[in-house]
């Protein structure tokens, strides 16, 4: 073998090591012998906590998506700030992410009938499908057999997109992750439920990028509305609905509301008010819910594929919160 031949397949076996399984086989069926009941399981604890909070299906499948686009759906955004450990919970980004107590009592649930089996990482997959559904949404089946990492990527948080962001910068994140227009816009239809806070889009009411003006694709009552809600100066704190026509439901509303130029998110709006790809889409899915849940649960499958450890890489913990 050459020289360079060698060289060649020392970089492939590298590049395979640093991107771990990222295409690793998960499957739907991969608790069926050691823990057949797990989904009925964590039903029966999201079902619970939902009666307690209307919001737990959108702060959940939120906190799938950050796990997912830092170093992989490997559950490192559940870890707490320990011995080695700067957890992702203090990154921008995440500090407002919540739930974590609803996944501890999934995680006490689930132990307490097939412990060290499942792991945190695949918990967070399955509460998202089960909520989403639950809510009016599509069911998928939930890909499982991911292990749970000994490490946090604290730095590593700003692969999420930003609500200040604009439509190519969230697309190159997006096009990182290895996902792809029709995932982006389909991901960003979990905002159909759920809600923010003024501080994430008050930008667009006043002074949208240094103009003194707002944000010229917001619908002039849907601006008036905001305004009210949030006053300039006001509390960045007051939350909002994310969809207003359906607050807590998950359709396909969102993607009538962008049509209408009635989008939350500076994230949002830019899905169909600027030019790309993404327009086609929008209106596709606001055409067709059929067509959104469809291509829905396949972005989760494909979300849920990146960068997963398998085998006998990670672990599987036993407190969500810490290695173990």
């Known amino acids: 073998?050459?020289?360079?031949?060698?060289?060649?397949?020392?970089?492939?076996?590298?590049?395979?090591?640093?991107?771990?399984?990222?295409?690793?086989?998960?499957?739907?069926?991969?608790?069926?012998?050691?823990?057949?009941?797990?989904?009925?399981?964590?039903?029966?604890?999201?079902?619970?906590?939902?009666?307690?909070?209307?919001?737990?299906?959108?702060?959940?499948?939120?906190?799938?998506?950050?796990?997912?686009?830092?170093?992989?759906?490997?559950?490192?955004?559940?870890?707490?700030?320990?011995?080695?450990?700067?957890?992702?919970?203090?990154?921008?980004?995440?500090?407002?992410?919540?739930?974590?107590?609803?996944?501890d009592d999934i995680k006490t649930a689930v132990e307490n009938v097939c412990p060290g089996v499942v792991s945190c990482s695949d918990i967070l997959a399955i509460a998202s499908q089960i909520l989403?559904?639950?809510?009016?949404?599509?069911?998928?089946?939930?890909?499982?057999?991911?292990?749970?990492?000994?490490?946090?990527n604290q730095a590593g948080a700003s692969a999420?997109?930003?609500?200040?962001?604009?439509?190519?910068?969230?697309?190159?994140?997006?096009?990182?992750?290895?996902?792809?227009?029709?995932?982006?816009v389909a991901l960003s239809g979990a905002h159909t439920f759920g809600r923010a806070r003024c501080s994430t889009f008050v930008h667009r009411l006043y002074n949208f990028s240094g103009t003194g003006n707002p944000d010229p694709t917001i619908e002039a009552g849907y601006l008036e509305t905001l305004r009210q809600a949030c006053p300039q100066n006001g509390s960045g704190d007051t939350l909002n609905d994310l969809d207003q026509?359906?607050?807590?439901?998950?359709?396909?509303?969102?993607?009538?509301?962008?049509?209408?130029?009635?989008?939350?998110?500076?994230?949002d709006q830019v899905l169909f008010s600027t030019s790309g790809d993404t327009v086609a889409i929008v209106d596709r899915f606001a055409n067709s819910q059929s067509d959104f849940f469809d291509s829905f649960g396949q972005s989760m499958i494909n979300m849920g594929n990146i960068g997963v450890l398998t085998g006998t890489n990670g672990e599987i913990r036993t407190d969500c919160r810490r290695v173990n």
């Open 1 to 103: 073998m050459s020289s360079f031949s060698i060289a060649a397949a020392i970089f492939v076996l590298v590049t395979a090591s640093i991107l771990g399984n990222s295409n690793a086989q998960l499957s739907s069926t991969f608790y069926s012998t050691t823990c057949p009941n797990v989904t009925s399981i964590v039903r029966g604890v999201v079902e619970q906590a939902q009666q307690n909070d209307i919001r737990i299906g959108a702060k959940l499948i939120r906190v799938h998506f950050h796990d997912c686009f830092v170093n992989g759906c490997d559950g490192s955004i559940m870890l707490d700030n320990a011995d080695g450990i700067e957890s992702e919970k203090d990154a921008p980004p995440n500090q407002s992410t919540d739930g974590y107590d609803v996944v």
């Open 132 to 152: 989403v559904s639950a809510n009016g949404g599509p069911t998928w089946e939930a890909q499982l057999g991911r292990r749970d990492s000994r490490t946090a």
């Open 160 to 184: 999420i997109p930003s609500f200040l962001e604009n439509l190519e910068q969230i697309s190159q994140k997006f096009r990182d992750a290895g996902l792809d227009s029709t995932d982006l």
């Open 245 to 267: 026509s359906t607050r807590d439901a998950f359709d396909n509303h969102y993607f009538t509301n962008l049509q209408n130029n009635r989008g939350l998110l500076q994230t």
